[in-house]
C-alpha cells in the first residue's frame, strides 16, 4: 500500500473524524436549509404589501420559472444556447392555440399539454443538436429558435403573427378561483406552479442525476472517460428543461391571456440569460434573485427612459461578466463564507499583488477613459440640451471634465479588473 | 416565360446585392471568429456606428458620400483597436459564454448611446447624382445604387482574395487560423496579427453599415437586427473562411431575396432552415476546419 | 486463461501522416507493462486509441476476450476499463469527495436516478471514502479539487480511475508535472496497485519503468520497435540509440 509519509495530515483519529464530517457535508448537503424558505416568504409577503401590483408580480413568478429552467441546462449541464425562447414560445403557443383555436381553456391540463410540447421539442431538438458544443451549438439553438418564430409567422392565419391572439379565455383555477382585475389570483397560481415545479427541479439537482450533469459541465472528457453516456444525459436534461420553459411560456399567456410572437425573439432569449447570468448561475436561487432584481429595475428605469434602461442592462452585463461572474447570489455566498464556513471550503478571492500591478497599463486604460469622456463630451455638446445635465452638455469647457471624469472612471475599473485577472489566474473563477 | 425570366433576373440581382452587403458586413467577424474564436456579437454594433458616422458627415459636415464611407470604416477600424485591447483580449480564453454576455452588453450600450444622440427615428443618407436613379441594362432597369454595390462587393472580394492568398499578412492570417500554435511557434506575432485584422474586420463592418442605409434605412437596432443574419454567414461558410463566407452570403443573400419575391408571407424561413440543415451535417460550415 | 487486453495489428492516420502503425499488445491479467519511446512515439494515441476516445483505422482490440473494438468510448470504460490523463482531467470546481462520488455513481449506474438524493447512499460515500483513505486524501475529501496542489491533483486523477473499478488501468505518466521531491508518492500509489488490475503505464522515468514493470514495450514512431523484460531492454542497445541515448535519463517533455 501507499507508504505513510504520503500524507502529513493528523492521525487516524483525526482522519476518522475528518471522514465523518466529510460524510455528514454529503449526507445533509440536499436537505432544506431554513434560508431557503426565504425567497417564498418575501413572495407571501409581497401579496399582501402590493396587492395592485400582482400583475407585474406574476410575470416576476413566471420569468423566475424560466431561468430556472435555463438554469437547469447551462448552471448544471454547462449547455450554452441562445435559444432557450423556443421551448417557452412553445409552451405559450400551446395553450394560447388550444384556447383560441380549440376551446380547450382549463388552466392546469393546459400546463401540462404546454409541457408536453416543449417537451417534445426540447426531446427532438436536444436529439439533434447536443452532439455538438461551443459555437456550432450556439448558431444552432439560435437557428432552431428563429425557425419555429419564422413558422409560426409563416402562418399566422393561425396563430396571428405578431399581433398575436389577444383577448384568450381560460377557466377559473381548479373551477373556482375566479380572475380578478389586479391578478391576484394569477399571482398565487403562478406561485404555486412556481413552488411544485421547483420542488421537482431541487430534486433533480440533488440526484446522482444532477450530479452527473454538474461533471458533464466541469469536464466532459473525463465524463465520457468513466463511462456516462453523456449524449443521453444532455438530451434528458434538455428535455425537462423544455417543458419546465413550456410551462412557464404557458403561464406567460394564461396570466397575460395574450400571447404573440415576440415569446419567440432572440430578445426573449437573450433577456433570460441575462437575469440568470445577473442572478448566479448552478445555484437555483440566482433564478429568483436575478429574475426580480432584473424586472424590478427595468419596471422603475424604463419608467424613467427605455434608453437609459437599455444601457443600464449593458452596464450590468459587463460588471458582471468582468466583476461578479458569479452573480449577485455568488457574490452574497462569498462575503458569507468568509464569516460561517471557517475555512472549510476555501474560498480564494482575487488579490491584487500591487507589486505586480502594471501602471503603464492602468495609464493606457485611463487613456481609453479619456478618449471615451471626450466622445461623450463633444457628443453631448453637438447634442441636446437636458434639464439635469444642461452645464455638462451645453459649456464647451465641460468636454474637459468628460475626459477626466472619463479617464479616472476607467481608471478605477481597470484597477477592479485586476481582480478579475488575478481571479483568472489563480483559477478561482467558477468554469 | 419572359415574366420568369425577368423575375428570376430581379432575384439574382437584388440577392447578388444583398449577398454583397452580408459579405462586406460579415467577413471581419468571420475572420475574427476564426482567429481567436471570440464570439463577437458586438459586430453588428460596429456597422451600425459606421452607418451613423455616415449620416453625421454627409449630414452635419458636407463631406460626400463616398468620402464619408472611407472615413466611417477607418475611424470605427482605429476605435476598435481600443475595444479589443481593453475588453475583448481577456476573454480570449474564456468559455463562449462569457463572450457572448460582454459582446451582447456591449451592443445593447452601443444601442442606448446611439438612440440617446441620434434618436430612433430611421436615418437615411444623400447619395451622389450618379447613384440615383436606375441604370438601362437593354432589356431591364436596374437600381444604380444596387448595382454600384455588386461592383464594390466584387472588388472587395479581389481585393480581400489577393491579401488573404497572396500577400504576407494573409498567409500569416490563414497560418494562425488554421493552427494557432504552430504559428505563434515560428514566430507569428498571433496578437498583434490578431489587433489588425480585428481592425480591418471592424472597418469593413462599418463599411457594411454606411453602405445598409440606403438599402434598409438606419436605426439603432441595426446592432442586433442583422447580426444573427452576419452570424449565420459565418457558421454556414465556416470560421475564417473568405470563400465559405462568400459562398454563405450569395447562397443565404440570393435564397433570402428569392423567398422573399416569390413567398412574401415566409418571411426568413427559408434561411434558417438551410442554416440548420448545413450545421447538422456540417458542424464547421462549409470549409470550416471539422 | 484469456488476456486482459490484447491490441492487434492497430493503424490510424491523421491526414497522411500515419500515427500508429500495426502496433500489437498483450496485458495478461494482472500485468505491469511499460510503454516508453521518444516523444511524438504516438503513446498517448495509443492510448486514446485503447479507451475509445480515437477510433482505429484498423486492427481489433480485446478486452477480457471481447471485442471492444467497436464500442465508444463509454461502453469501454463500464466494461472495467479506466484510464488517467496526461494533463489533469478532473470535476475542477466539486470538491474531490464528489469527483469519486459520481465516478461511482456512474459506474453503478446510479446517475440515470433524477429523484433519489445523491447524499443518501451512504454504501457510495463510504465507497469513495475509503479509496479516498487508500491514496491518502481524505482530509481534502471536501476541498474543491482547483485549490489543491498540483500533486495532489494527480493523486485524484488515480482515484477516479480506481473508483472504476477497472480490469484494466492506463497511466499517461501519473507523475508528470509534479515536482521530483513530490514525485515519489504518487509512484508508491501506482507500485501498491491491486495485483489483479492489469496496468499499463507510460512513464518517461527510468528508475520508475525499470522498478515498477515487469515488462516493457518500446514505441518509435507509432509502431512497436521491441517488447521484452526490463533487463533485455536495457540491455538493447537499440533502444538505447533511438531512447535511452537521444535525451537521457530523464527524457522531458509529453508525448
Known sequence: MAGNDISSGPGNAGRAQARHEAAEFLLRRHRFRPAEALPWLIAIAAFFVFPDRMTFGSQVLVMILFAISLDLILGYAGIVTLGHAAFFGVGAYTVGLASARLGWTEPISGLFAAAIMAALAGFISGWFLLRYRGLTLLMLTLATAIMILETGNFRSDITGGYDGMPGLVFQPVLGMFEYDLYGRTNYLYALAVLAVVFFFVRRIVYSPFGQALTGIRENVRRMHAIGSPVHRRLVTVYTIAAAIAGVAGALFTQTNAYVTLTVFDFDTSAKVLVMLILGGTGRLYGAFIGAAVYLILEDHLSKLSPTFWQFGIGILLLVTVLFARRGILGVIEDLGRFRSWKGRIRMVPGRIVWSNVQWKGIGMAAFDGALIGLAVGFAANVGRTNLLWSWFVTEPLSVLAWTAAGAALVAAINIGYLVYAERSATGSTPR | ?290 | MTAALEVEGLNRSFGALQVTHDVSLTLERGARRALIGPNGAGKTTLVNLITGALMPSSGSIRLNGEDITKLSQEERARRGLARTFQINQLFRGLTVLENICMTIGERDGHCNNLWRSAGARRVVIDEALDHLESLRLVDDALKEVRELPYGRQRLVEIAIALAQKPRVLLLDEPAAGVPSSESHLILDVVAGLDPDIAVLIIEHDMDVVFRFAQAITVLVQGAVFTQGTPAEIMANEQVKAVYLGQDGHHGGGHG
Not at chain 2, 56 to 67: A, H, K, M, N
Not at chain 2, 134 to 155: K, T, W
Not at chain 2, 176 to 202: C, K, P, Q, Y
Not at chain 2, 248 to 276: N, P, Q, R, S
Request: overall charge positive; proline content about 3%.
Open chain 2, 1 to 290: 416565360m419572359p415574366q420568369v425570366a425577368t423575375i428570376a433576373v430581379s432575384i439574382l440581382f437584388d440577392g447578388l446585392a444583398y449577398a454583397m452587403f452580408l459579405f462586406i458586413t460579415a467577413v471581419g467577424l468571420s475572420v475574427t471568429m476564426g482567429l481567436m474564436n471570440f464570439v463577437n456579437l458586438a459586430h453588428g454594433a460596429f456597422a451600425m456606428a459606421g452607418g451613423y458616422f455616415v449620416v453625421s458627415l454627409t449630414q452635419s459636415y458636407g463631406v460626400d458620400f463616398i468620402s464619408s464611407l472611407i472615413i466611417a470604416s477607418v475611424l470605427v477600424g482605429l476605435i476598435s483597436i481600443r475595444f479589443e485591447r481593453r475588453l475583448y483580449r481577456p476573454l480570449y480564453k474564456a468559455g463562449e459564454l462569457d463572450q457572448v454576455l460582454l459582446t451582447i452588453g456591449l451592443a445593447f450600450m452601443a444601442i442606448a448611446a446611439f438612440t440617446f444622440f441620434y434618436g430612433p427615428i430611421p436615418k437615411s443618407v444623400p447619395l451622389p447624382q450618379w447613384l440615383q436613379g436606375n441604370v438601362d441594362l437593354g432589356f431591364r432597369a436596374f437600381p444604380r445604387y444596387r448595382a454600384f454595390l455588386i461592383v464594390l462587393g466584387l472588388f472587395l472580394v479581389a481585393v480581400l482574395w489577393y491579401g488573404f492568398e497572396r500577400t504576407n499578412i494573409g498567409a500569416r492570417i490563414r497560418a494562425a487560423v488554421d493552427n494557432r500554435r504552430m504559428a505563434e511557434s515560428v514566430g507569428i506575432n498571433v496578437d498583434l496579427l490578431f489587433t489588425v485584422t480585428f481592425a480591418i474586420g471592424s472597418g469593413l463592418a462599418a463599411l457594411g453599415g454606411g453602405l445598409a442605409i440606403q438599402l434598409f434605412g438606419l436605426t439603432p437596432y441595426f446592432a442586433v437586427l442583422y447580426l444573427v443574419l452576419f452570424l449565420i454567414v459565418v457558421a454556414v461558410g465556416g470560421l475564417g473562411s473568405l470563400k465559405g463566407t462568400l459562398m454563405a452570403a450569395l447562397l443565404l443573400g440570393i435564397v433570402d431575396t428569392a423567398g422573399k419575391y416569390l413567398i412574401a408571407e415566409a418571411g426568413g424561413f427559408f434561411i434558417y432552415v438551410i442554416t440548420v440543415i448545413v450545421l447538422l451535417l456540417k458542424p464547421a460550415g462549409f470549409y470550416g476546419r471539422q
